[in-house]
């Protein structure tokens, strides 16, 4: 079974440097893809609302002692309020068949609603009950990072973006780095691009005898950036997290970031987009 690193979040949980994502899996999907990567070593699960998969990634859960696995949920813009991040916490908890989360993000911060402000202020309550032991965002931009900040005081703990080569959002990097946010990465693969056939990324893939994805979701790791990629494939799920065992060179980071702004695919826009 493969040792998957940690990396500390700023309010002390550990959280693991790779994790398995579950969208869009189905609930009988998501109980095999999380059963079968809980047996390949991979303690880091997330999962949200809007999959509609809990119930089934709580099934595959029930193997395994709670503390050992790091369980990541998020809530829809419907809960933007300071009862409603509770009422969120409760429905996901009940589903997922547990009486904590190791972490609870705001899905998206659908800033035309203009209330996730008060969604962050329930988080915050949450955790301070021990209901929740991290908390954080996701695709929120630093502008709305800093709305939070400014009223609050309090900076999440994770923001999890839309994240890869492609995509490589140094600029949120670098804000995340500078308030002890980690930053966590969906679609690190580059979905609905074609970053893994890119021969940048077959050449380097070829050089450390590795799969073109290993070599992607190192130069994420090595930037203490946590990927968590999504398959129901056992041998691919071995694979994403088979990523420790090499390091890329800097000139090879440096040419996987130059493939930032190559995808004709756009990236998704939180400030259009959200649920």
């Given amino acids: 079974m493969s040792q998957v690193p940690t990396i500390t979040l700023s309010h002390g949980a550990e959280m693991p440097r790779v994790g398995l994502g579950t969208s869009p899996l189905n609930d009988a999907d998501a109980e095999r893809s999380v059963s079968t990567a809980l047996e390949l070593g991979y ?9 509609r998969n809990e119930v089934g990634v709580g099934r595959a859960l029930r193997g395994v002692p709670r503390d050992e696995v790091f369980l990541t949920s998020k809530f ?17 908890a009940e589903k997922l068949g547990v009486e904590y989360l190791d972490l609870l993000l705001i899905h998206w911060p659908n800033p035309e609603q203009d209330r996730y402000v008060d969604a ?16 954080g965002t996701s695709n929120f931009k630093p502008a709305h990072l ?7 005081g309090e900076a999440p703990e994770v923001n999890q973006v839309q994240l890869s080569p492609v995509w490589a959002k140094a600029a949120e990097r670098e804000f995340h780095a500078a308030h002890g946010i ?17 021969p940048t990324v077959q050449d380097i893939a070829k050089t450390h005898g590795k799969a073109p994805g290993q070599v992607v979701l190192r130069w994420e790791t090595q ?3 946590v990927p ?10 071995a694979e994403n997290l088979a990523v420790f065992d090499f390091e890329l060179s800097p000139e090879e980071l440096a040419s996987l970031t130059a493939l930032d702004g190559t995808s004709t695919k756009p990236a998704a826009d939180s400030d259009r987009s959200g649920h």
């Fill in 146 to 152: 800093q709305r939070l900040i400014d009223e609050t």
């Fill in 182 to 198: 980690v930053t966590e990465a969906w679609s690190p693969l580059g979905k609905g691009t074609d970053l893994l056939s890119h």
């Fill in 76 to 92: 829809n813009k419907r809960w933007h309020s300071v009862e409603g991040a509770r009422t969120a916490f409760e429905a996901s």
């Fill in 43 to 51: 303690r880091l699960v997330d999962t949200a609302e809007n999959y």
């Fill in 223 to 225: 930037q203490d950036v």
């Fill in 120 to 135: 962050w202020r329930g988080l915050l309550e949450l955790r301070e009950a021990g209901l929740v032991r991290a908390i």
């Fill in 228 to 237: 968590i990629p999504k398959s129901a494939d056992r041998g691919r799920l």
